[in-house]
């Protein structure tokens, strides 16, 4: 199991950048949210390659939930 990023807020996923098995560095943003009319890059805490990225653009999210994972 890899890293796994999590939502710290109940926010809209506005965009995807990146897919699974793409390679990210530690700092490379991998998708932005929206929550209250601001946009809030999620970045990778690690490098590595995403193994999962179980969401899409438009999805809404809870506090907590998966965004991607990291291995």
Wanted: aromatic share 2%.
């Amino acid at each position: 199991m890899g890293r796994q990023i999590t939502s710290d807020l109940a926010a809209n996923v506005w965009k995807v950048l990146v897919a699974t098995g793409d390679s990210v560095a530690a700092g490379d943003t991998l998708v932005i949210l929206e929550s209250m009319k601001m946009e809030i890059p999620v970045e990778a805490e690690t490098s590595g390659v995403v193994t999962a990225l179980p969401v899409s653009e438009g999805d809404v999210l809870d506090e907590g939930d998966l965004i991607a994972e990291i291995s």
